[in-house]
């Protein structure tokens, strides 16, 4: 055998070798996909951020967590807080590596990290939709008024006004030919004074009493009725006011003195006690949607997005958003303070609406 073939088998052999001993360092797809990290993040379901349907979460921060998981190539593992107020407990304690998307705030910030922004948005307030689109006639507004319980104690105690002083005049001054109760007998002498009362109270009397002590209880009833007509037509005119706006809620100036339902732990909570709304505090979104349709409460602020979609969706019909947002910010990723992930998914994350993925996602959920 000539040297030239055995240098050539020796070459052969050598690479043989060479690449038997690289295939155990080769992982099947299997075997990678197997061994990649795992991230745990903390999701509450908040349509349409996060939804569960026959057990599997889908949603906004779901496709967008999704396609980011994508792009660092690991897997997720899901903890669902029972409600949103529980989202960040798990960051504290190591159970989760970061949460689902939140309103940046300044007491978060200085607990947490945040991701670059995944979305803008305010709080909405949404309300019943009553159906009504045109305002109440002024002649029903009346004749409700005029029906009203608070009309009806005003025309009871104006009967005892007219009666005590009729009786008071009738008993002192009757028989009087140029007095103001001419006959001495009971009838029709007390229909005398009570058209004497009546018109002493609501304007002036016709005719004064001869007697000083009727003379006395005339003066002490005009007197008093000069500041019951002025009691009574503040009422009416308050009464009628209220009928006219109950329940209309058009912005954050109809807030104050409202019941007002939100998500316990969220920033609509501080905003409302600050601005004088009477706080209905609930765990979860779908309590707080009862709250809202049984008449329990008068309006609801909780996040803009997650507002319009249940107003587009299972409330159609029923609710309807109003006025403007309310303290816009930006919703981002929470983390545990210097996580090592952060760096990571905000790549990721600017990829994404570098390349179409990020608005494509948006689309899907919120529409142009």
Known sequence: MSGSVLAALALRCAALL???????????????????????????????????????????????????????KVKTQYEVAPNPSTLNDCLQTGQCDLAMPQFITWERDQIFDFSTPVLTAGQRIMVRDTGDRTAMSPLLALLR???????????????????????????????????????????????????????????????????????????????????????YTAQLTSDLTVQQIKGAINGPDDLPGRQVATITGTISVGYLHDHGARVQEYQRPSEMYAALVSGKADALVFAGPVLLYYANHEGKGRVKVVGPEINRSDIAFVYPVNSPLRRKVDSALLELQENGTYDAIYKRWFGE
């Open 145 to 231: 008024l005029l029906g009203s319980t608070t009309t009806l104690i005003w025309l009871l105690t104006g009967l005892l006004l007219i009666l005590i002083p009729a009786h008071i005049a009738w008993f002192l001054d009757r028989g009087r030919e140029d007095g103001a109760i001419s006959s001495k007998k009971y009838f029709p002498g007390i229909f005398q004074a009570v058209y004497w009362a009546a018109t002493t109270l609501l304007t002036q009397a016709e005719v004064a009493p001869r007697q000083w002590l009727a003379r006395l209880t005339a003066l002490l009833l005009m007197f008093v009725g000069i500041v019951f007509v002025a009691f």
């Open 18 to 72: 060479f690449v038997a001993g690289l295939l155990p360092s080769w992982p099947s797809p299997a075997l990678a996909q197997a061994s990649a990290p795992v991230i745990r993040l903390s999701v509450a379901v908040i349509p349409p951020t996060v939804i569960e349907q026959h057990g599997k979460l889908t949603g906004f921060t779901i496709d967008v967590w999704n396609a980011v998981a994508a792009r660092l």
